[in-house]
Nanobody
Framework: QVQLVESGGGLVQPGGSLRLSCEGTGGALVEYVMEWHRQTPGGSREFVAKVTNRGIITYADSVKGRFTVSRDNVDLAKQYLHLQMDKLEPEDTAVYYC???????????WGQGTQVTVSS
């Protein structure tokens, strides 16, 4: 069973920075794709960034050049996924979720989410 725990959310002014982290444990997590998604109140959950098990990185167009995702392979069953968010905008306000999936989401896990609020 994979467990994901996010941390690092908070309140920041426009133009500021935050760093989110996701601690993942369990299973053969090293083989999983790990992603960040976000969801605004009343909105759908949207993709933000991901790192595959081979280290391939992809970003949503809305965050390219401002967010940086990275992954720490501690061991087979423990991984960290980070999201460095710079030049934050009010539109980035959302609950940010960590996701890990494998085999075309046959195995698919979510964290509990962490709130990010960008406001002056």
């Amino acid at each position: 069973q994979v467990q994901l725990v996010e941390s690092g959310g908070g309140l920041v002014q426009p133009g500021g920075s935050l760093r989110l982290s996701c601690e993942g444990t369990g299973g053969a997590l090293v083989e999983y794709v790990m992603e960040w998604h976000r969801q605004t109140p009343g909105g759908s959950r949207e993709f933000v960034a991901k790192v595959t098990n081979r280290g391939i990185i992809t970003y949503a167009d809305s965050v390219k050049g401002r967010f940086t995702v990275s992954r720490d392979n501690v061991d087979l069953a423990k991984q960290y996924l980070h999201l460095q968010m710079d030049k934050l905008e009010p539109e980035d306000t959302a609950v940010y979720y960590c996701n890990a999936h494998y085999r075309g989401r046959l195995y698919n896990y979510w964290g509990q989410g962490t709130q990010v609020t960008v406001s002056s």
